[in-house]
């Protein structure tokens, strides 16, 4: 697939509901694409995260502060247009990211990041426009005590509906109000044109309840939407 044919992707799921997502991969047999319910933005009002899977994946490994962690450099400098950076691995208690780091995903065309663990410069990512969505914020850093070890890997990020979801390379990234979901790379195109049309639907279901229509008419009409 080519990039602008990824952009134009990414721009149609960006305007689309997690929920009406949900609901089209329940018809597809996929039931468990919903991540945990801590997932978060931040700051909250920080916008909608919408983009392909870009995964890297770290774990609590102690070693000299001053050394930095050029692992997660080498990760994020592979970093394309149009990506969300997906972030695992067992950190409970430190941040995986902050300001710089976001700076730099950024710069390269990242549209946020998606953390199975902790961000934190809360303030400033809504100064950069980078949309974060994370189970929790802490002022800890990474280094010394938390480093990456691989990326663009099958990683494990903690479910809604199962203990954790697989996100692959590739894989799509939608995140709102309702919460953050995980749609397969091979389902992508189906599960957007299905979206899509349900959005429709809901559209005008919406419309005829203004103008009078009762919600007993209205399941009769459409089913339960």
């Not at 018809?27 to 995964?55: E, I, K």
């Not at 609590?60 to 994020?76: I, L």
């Not at 195109?189 to 009762?214: C, D, F, M, P, Y």
Request: glycine share 12%; aromatic share 8%; hydrophobic share 35%.
């Amino acid at each position: 697939m080519d990039q602008a044919k990824k952009d134009s992707i990414r721009q149609r799921f960006a305007v689309l509901d997690t929920a009406n997502v949900s609901d089209v991969l329940d018809t597809l047999g996929y039931h468990h694409q919903g991540l945990h319910p801590d997932f978060a933005p931040f700051p909250p009002d920080n916008g909608r995260l919408a983009g392909w899977a870009y995964t890297i994946r770290g774990q609590m490994t102690p070693y000299k502060h001053g050394s930095g962690d050029p692992e997660k450099m080498q990760a994020c400098a592979g970093v394309s247009p149009g990506e969300v950076t997906v972030w695992s691995g067992d950190g409970e208690g430190v941040c995986y990211i902050g300001e710089l780091i976001a700076v730099g995903l950024k710069e390269r065309g990242c549209v946020g990041a998606l953390i199975d663990g902790g961000v934190r410069d809360v303030r400033w990512l809504k100064h950069h426009s980078f949309s974060v969505y994370a189970r929790y914020r802490s002022p800890v850093q990474s280094i010394g005590r938390w480093k990456v070890n691989g990326y663009q890997v099958p990683v494990a990020i903690r479910g809604a509906t199962t203990k954790y979801v697989e996100v692959k390379p590739g894989d799509f990234i939608l995140a709102d109000e309702d919460g953050a979901i995980v749609i397969p790379a091979h389902l992508v195109e189906e599960v957007l044109e299905k979206t899509e049309a349900l959005t429709r639907q809901e559209e005008q279901i919406r419309k005829e309840l203004s103008n009078g229509l009762t919600l007993a008419d209205a399941l009769a009409k459409y089913g339960n939407v």
